[in-house]
């Protein structure tokens, strides 16, 4: 069951062939499991996959498993990842509330199989900026493990709250997750001009946005990413491809970044 609003509006039909130039994709942004408000099954979303050439998938649990039930959602995805290894990498979750325990947590997961760490500062509940990450983000340094936060919400998950976590922890990779549509589109280049470390994913983000980053920064800090189930697959492909990038341009964005992201990563 694919359960989640999956806004349409060019008319992709999940069907549609896509694909042209390259051989290969990450989805660097997938919820997976059953949740309240959004269900998408390991079995439903390897036919999507298959579907649409995703080569591998880059997973995180739904909303319940991220605020609160975290060792459960981080014990399903390595479940997930040692059944499916040749398609799925997982990101652990810890509630930076937890203090200690989040960070025994975190280090229990990588330890397991789990490649970075996701933050949802809407759902956790504190700013993004919060200090009370940074014991978390100095064990991801420590494992080079990338980080992904939510961005593009009011308040707690804007790019400059993200920037200024970039700057504390320099050695993490951060990724922008939809490159903070819809609210903070604006503020995605001022914050890339003044670090290195932050990439962008692209669910949902206009093309408008994502080819301004093309046109300042290249393709080598942008990820793509469909947060199924909120999104449609073809859809957020296809977004992309009204770039019209070269084939060495869309093999960076679709494939190359992800897999020197998740590459870099310890193994303890």
């Not at 694909?19 to 990450?26: A, D, H, L, N, P």
């Not at 995805?77 to 947590?105: K, M, Q, S, T």
């Amino acid at each position: 069951m694919i359960r989640g609003n999956i806004p349409n509006p060019l008319g992709v039909s999940e069907n549609d062939e896509l694909w042209s130039t390259f051989m290969k994709i990450v989805d660097f942004h997938v919820h997976v499991g059953k949740g309240a408000k959004k269900t998408l099954l390991p079995e439903e979303l390897l036919k999507l996959m298959d579907r649409h050439h995703i080569e591998k998938s880059v997973l995180c649990p739904v909303e319940e498993y991220i605020s609160v039930r975290n060792r459960e959602g981080n014990d399903y995805l390595i479940r997930l990842v040692r059944e499916y290894r040749d398609r799925f990498h997982g990101f652990a979750v810890a509630n930076p509330w937890c203090g200690r325990e989040a960070c025994d947590e975190l280090r229990r997961a990588l330890d397991k199989g789990l490649r970075g760490f996701k933050i949802n500062s809407i759902l956790q509940g504190f700013m993004l900026s919060d200090e009370m990450t940074d014991p978390l983000l100095r064990i991801c340094a420590e494992y080079k493990a990338p980080v992904y936060a939510h961005t593009g919400t009011m308040g707690n998950a804007t790019p400059f709250q993200l920037l200024e976590l970039a700057r504390r922890h320099p050695k993490v990779h951060f990724v922008m997750g939809h490159t903070a549509f819809s609210d903070f589109w604006y503020d995605v280049i001022p914050v890339m001009e003044q670090t290195q470390n932050i990439f962008v994913e692209t669910s949902h983000a206009s093309p408008d946005t994502i080819e301004g980053v093309v046109n300042r920064f290249g393709v080598d800090r942008i990820l793509f990413g469909s947060d199924l189930p909120e999104s449609n697959l073809p859809l957020e492909i296809k977004r992309l491809k009204l770039l019209r990038l070269d084939a060495r341009q869309e093999k960076t964005v679709f494939f190359s970044n992800a897999e020197r992201l998740l590459e870099d990563i310890n193994d303890h």
